[in-house]
């Protein structure tokens, strides 16, 4: 079965600092990696995936994650944190061995201190 | 990319009644997929809806409850039948493509009272 884990749920980090979100998965197959970010009142917005090749995948607004296979993890990361970057972050996982459906983790809410 | 069209927006319900929302999707696409959020909860698949055959409902959702529709490949409905407050929660409407990323709908959040 695939899951997915985030293990804090909530980063607060001041403007101008590095971020880092962390997430771990489990799969059985091979596994599809992505990062969406929620704002209030919104529905969800695609940040980056991870589907095959570069270890280091580079997504919208800034942000980046890496591919790490023996940790089995995917850490989105920023290296300079806005205010407007504050949102929930859902890290979500495909394994090729179960079709399309997607699992989501259970959110990290990043606060970035002005 | 798919641009998703999803409606009601928001909604306050009595209970009992039953509240029916609407996902248009700006292209054709073989399965569409309807999510809950429950408050401060993360996503949860409720059931995968293809066109011209029933829907395929997750552990703990049943057709009863939560009715789908799906007439065509740019469209689907799911409704939430006989509410209670513990519905109250957003439902999102999804479409993915092969080996690509999932795209929502703005959700629809949903408030019963």
């Known amino acids: 079965a695939q899951s997915v884990a985030q293990p804090e749920d909530q980063v607060n980090v001041a403007e101008g600092n590095p971020l880092t979100v962390k997430c771990t998965y489990s799969?059985?197959?091979?596994?599809?990696l992505f990062w969406y970010v929620q704002y209030p009142n919104r529905g969800l917005q695609f940040l980056l995936k991870?589907?095959?090749?570069?270890?280091l995948v580079k997504g919208s607004y800034g942000f980046e994650a890496e591919f790490n296979k023996s940790q089995t993890s995917f850490h989105l990361k920023k290296p300079s944190a806005l205010v407007s970057d504050s949102a929930l972050y859902f890290c979500?996982?495909?394994?090729?061995?179960?079709?399309?459906?997607?699992?989501f983790g259970p959110g990290t809410r990043l606060s970035v201190l002005p | 990319s798919a641009v998703i069209s999803q409606k009601p927006s928001r909604d306050i319900c009595q209970r009992g009644t039953s509240l029916t929302i609407q996902c248009q999707v700006d292209?054709?696409?073989?399965?569409m997929f309807w999510y809950r959020q429950q408050p401060g909860q993360s996503l949860t698949l409720i059931a995968t809806?293809?066109?011209?055959?029933?829907?395929?409902?997750e552990s703990g959702f049943v057709i009863d409850k939560f009715p789908i529709s799906r007439p065509n490949l740019t469209f689907s409905t799911l409704t939430v039948s006989n509410m209670s407050p513990e519905d109250s929660s957003i439902y999102l409407c999804?479409?993915?493509?092969?080996?690509?990323?999932?795209?929502f709908g703005q959700g629809t959040r949903l408030t019963v009272v």
């Open positions: 292209s054709q696409v073989t399965m």
């Open positions: 991870y589907i095959t090749g570069d270890n």
């Open positions: 809806a293809n066109q011209g055959s029933e829907a395929t409902y």
């Open positions: 979500a996982v495909r394994d090729d061995n179960y079709g399309q459906n997607f699992v």
């Open positions: 999804s479409v993915n493509r092969e080996g690509t990323e999932a795209f």
């Open positions: 799969v059985s197959g091979n596994p599809y």
